[in-house]
């Protein structure tokens, strides 16, 4: 459908490396050119990310500009395909992933998320503007469709993959010997680490989550409907999980919190494997067991690895588990999302209270 060239739409941007600046500005729908798709954005999540580029802690413009329209998680609606488009037509439900390669082999192999040379961009968080706004432009490599039964909750997409390729990762990297893991560890209750105890339990494990809030919270109570144990850190401590639990198979770190991620590292089984997928954003030094985590990494054969982002591949799967745990916890996604905030009120959103999971901004109706 033809848009001419003045309209303009709302967007949430920030300048970045400046605290609390998120304010709303117009911007000039983009154009429908070749191989290119108009996005209407239906609703975007909120994660840790926006919230600390709000904060000044990171966060890139655009070239050309001096503000960052932010949002990564976005579900949205293709309005019109430029020429040359395929797969795709308006109407579809689309989730894009976040970032975008530079020309390093990782890249032009399609594994942006293992950039070697590190001049991506990542849309909303650095160099490229985000989804935080009524429509953006997006190429249709970078374009998931999305079935329209997961519409209510597909908005969890981009923090579905990021748990996608971690677990992937862990499974390819214990190929190096026979492996059958039992009992894995989540260390954190946010978003992550419950996506990632959905997919944990998905591949049969028996899960244990350690995190701060009270055990009669929501994630308390989400944890239990999927047949996890749910531990609070105030009466069980982190560096005493392997004398609760015994052999600790695979640890998930998703708390960010740089002390747990070492100390998780003394609670690891033999020839167990812990991931991070936290960033830490300070540069805080702490005391560690160092001589203990040496001797155990050796004599247990242990593995530490980080996981950051996801290519498209990840977020293919994601669509695939989202059916499947759906199948096995009816509504379990739904309830992840706690706070639903309108356009106007995009500050409220980008607070984050103690009580919520998933905010999200909505930024049209269906
Ligand atoms: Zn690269």
Redesign the pocket.
């Known amino acids: 459908m033809a848009r001419t060239l003045t309209a303009t739409m709302r967007a949430v941007a920030v300048t970045p490396k400046q605290a609390g600046s998120a304010r709303q500005v117009e911007l000039p729908v983009p154009r429908v050119a070749a191989e290119m798709a108009l996005m209407r954005v239906l609703e975007v999540g909120i994660d840790g990310t926006d919230t600390e580029i709000n904060d000044g802690l990171y966060g890139e413009a655009p070239p050309g500009f001096d503000f960052l329209v932010i949002g990564h998680e976005a579900l949205s609606i293709v309005e019109s395909v430029g020429e040359g488009v395929d797969g795709f037509e308006p109407g579809d439900l689309v989730v894009s992933t976040v970032r975008r ?4 082999p ?2 032009r192999a399609g594994e ?1 998320d293992m ?6 961009t990542e849309r909303g968080i650095k160099g490229a503007h985000g989804y935080m706004g009524e429509y953006y432009g997006e190429s249709p490599a970078f374009m998931v469709k999305i079935p329209p039964s997961l519409r209510p909750f597909a908005v969890l997409l981009e923090p579905l993959s990021i748990v996608e390729k971690a677990t992937y990762q862990a499974w390819k990297i214990q190929e190096r010997m026979l492996w059958a893991p039992k009992r894995a560890v989540v260390l954190g209750a946010g978003p992550i680490g419950l996506l990632g105890t959905i997919l944990l339990r998905l591949r049969g494990l028996e899960v244990h989550v350690y995190a701060k809030s009270p055990p009669e919270s929501s994630q308390g109570r989400i944890l239990s409907s999927l047949g996890a144990s749910y531990r609070s850190v105030g009466d069980h401590p982190v560096t005493s999980i392997k004398d609760e639990l015994g052999q600790i198979d695979v640890i998930l770190e998703a708390t960010g919190n740089s002390a747990v991620a070492f100390q998780a590292m003394a609670q690891l089984g033999t020839n167990g494997v812990l991931c991070l997928t936290g960033v830490s954003a300070g540069n805080r030094s702490i005391e560690i067991p160092a001589d203990v985590i040496n001797l155990q990494m050796v004599l247990g054969n242990r593995v530490t690895f980080g996981s950051v982002n996801a290519n498209r591949r990840y977020f293919e799967m994601g669509v695939q588990h989202f059916q499947q745990a759906e199948r096995q916890w009816p509504g379990i996604f739904q309830r992840l999302i706690t706070r639903r905030v309108p356009f106007a009120d995009f500050t409220s959103a980008l607070d984050r209270r103690p009580e919520d999971i998933k905010t999200l901004l909505t930024i049209a109706a269906a």
């Open positions: 390669p530079d020309d390093c990782n890249c942006s950039c070697l040379f590190g001049n991506y």
